[in-house]
């Protein structure tokens, strides 16, 4: 599956954490075409942000409230965003690379042309949400929630999915067979158009209850 990558800024400007964001935030202004390396805004409230073209390598963000906030173009690589709050948030071409994001919460956020890649994203939470061509990449999601999110043209390609919540999420079109699923949960009248190995679709049906002799 392919989808459109971001295209951040060619030579960005160097940029300062919080304060960038900050000062945007109070101005009802755009961070854009910045590069942020190695700073840290941990545990900082920077609701509304309206960040394009950026850069984000090894920052720090956990903990930090981005809540509400959009960005388009911008590629987090390294990052950690452990515990942060992205409720109702908007991405378009977004990258997240090799971040940690235990625990982040992205309730209700909307998705479009977003790369998730070798990223720690236990314990997540991406609930209510609506997700068009996302690709979820060799990501530890395990115990993460889905639920009542609406996939659209979307990939989870060899990903820890053990434990999660999908119930009521709009799974049509959706390939599991690289990934685990062990003990995922799943409503069983909602997975029509989605893909299982026979290995997945046996451990569906033993969740019915139901008997499989081999």
């Not at 030579?11 to 700073?39: I, M």
């Not at 409230?45 to 090894?58: K, P």
């Not at 690379?97 to 309730?107: E, I, K, Q, W």
Request: aromatic share 10%; with cysteine; glycine share 8%.
């Amino acid at each position: 599956m392919e989808i459109f990558m971001p295209r951040p800024a060619v030579s960005p400007a160097a940029g300062r954490l919080p304060q960038d964001l900050q000062w945007a935030a109070e101005d009802e202004t755009a961070v854009k075409d910045k590069d942020f390396t190695g700073q840290s805004a941990h545990g900082y409230e920077l609701l509304r942000s309206d960040i394009s073209g950026c850069r984000f390598t090894r920052c720090d963000l956990g903990g930090a409230d981005l809540r509400k906030s959009v960005f388009e173009d911008v590629v987090f690589r390294d990052c950690d965003l452990s515990a942060c709050r992205l409720d109702d948030c908007y991405f378009r071409r977004v990258a997240f690379l090799g971040c940690r994001m235990t625990g982040a919460r992205l309730d209700a956020c909307g998705l479009n042309n977003v790369l998730f890649e070798d990223c720690l994203m236990n314990y997540v939470h991406l609930d209510r949400g609506r997700a068009e061509r996302a690709i979820f990449r060799r990501g530890r999601m395990s115990e993460s929630v889905f639920s009542e999110t609406a996939f659209k043209s979307c990939a989870f390609e060899d990903c820890d999915l053990s434990g999660c919540d999908f119930m009521h999420a709009g799974l049509r079109g959706m390939d599991f067979t690289s990934s685990n699923i062990s003990g995922a949960y799943f409503a069983l009248n909602e997975l029509r158009g989605a893909v299982f190995s026979p290995e997945q679709a046996v451990m569906l049906i033993r969740t019915l209850g139901i008997s499989v002799r081999e």
